[in-house]
């Protein structure tokens, strides 16, 4: 299969951070995106705006976390401000599609991840993204490809939207056995949990750089539910990560 570099049939504009004297909340200027804690499920949510834009996003332009973690992907709803923390990716419509760039890049977050560089925070140059290859197929291929890709999606939001409603019924049964935990109307005794486990200990105090594969799988308080751990938006961390925390955590 034949490859071309982004770089060929993208438009990349870095992100850059305006003055701050420039950011507010009274909706003047046009909405400012600073990374990926913006980013929603497909499009970010407002909550700051920039009446003195230094790097624009257009409407449907696809933007790209560059800082860690890097990979994350969102298209603009709008014209917008952004960041140092993102990039903007304009596909010529006359090479690739621009949902096909967003599922190919979709899967290319590891391999991103590992192309960062800092100390502080992992972040990703220019040249990394204008090096990425990408396929050369037809625009019937590329629709036909990114058709497939946005049905699993759905699929897959399907199913997380289930477990939810799941998760809040398990809730709403403990309660109804058992009452509130808080207000404890059956007068249940109460233990403390040093009564009633053999060990209490807590998990690292930072938080590693974690990858959506790799050798250990990396838990966190919002892997744990009601219902039992969470795996389907689990991240993962190398050896050399995982062996000080088990030691730490070990009996």
């Not at 570099?5 to 850059?16: E, P």
């Not at 709008?78 to 990039?87: D, K, V």
Request: charged content about 30%; some cysteine.
């Amino acid at each position: 299969m034949k490859y071309i570099a982004l770089k060929d049939v993208c438009k990349i504009s870095m992100g850059q951070s305006p003055d701050s004297s420039s950011y507010n909340n009274n909706e003047d200027g046009i909405p400012f995106f600073q990374g990926n804690a913006d980013f929603g499920e497909r499009y970010p949510i407002t909550r700051v705006c920039c009446n003195a834009p230094t790097k624009i996003a257009k409407a449907e332009d696809i933007r790209i976390s560059v800082r860690a973690p890097i990979g994350a992907l969102n298209f603009a709803k709008e014209e917008c401000c952004i960041g140092r923390g993102l990039a903007a990716l304009m596909p010529d419509r006359s090479k690739m599609s621009l949902e096909f760039i967003y599922w190919f890049l979709k899967g290319k977050k590891v391999e991103l991840n590992s192309k960062g560089t800092g100390s502080t925070f992992k972040a990703i140059s220019r040249k990394v993204l204008e090096e990425i290859m990408v396929p050369d197929i037809d625009f019937d291929m590329q629709y036909k490809y990114a058709g497939i890709l946005e049905k699993i999606h759905s699929v897959i939001q399907m199913h997380k939207k289930e477990l939810d409603e799941l998760d809040k019924l398990m809730q709403a049964r403990f309660v109804e056995m058992f009452g509130s935990p808080v207000s404890n109307p059956m007068s249940w005794e109460k233990r403390t949990l040093k009564e009633v486990c053999k060990k209490l200990n807590d998990g690292t105090h930072f938080s590693p750089e974690s990858f959506e594969t790799g050798a250990y799988k990396y838990v966190t308080a919002k892997n744990i539910k009601l219902t039992g751990f969470d795996f389907s938006n689990i991240t993962y961390v190398p050896e050399e990560v995982y062996r000080p925390i088990f030691d730490r955590c070990k009996d």
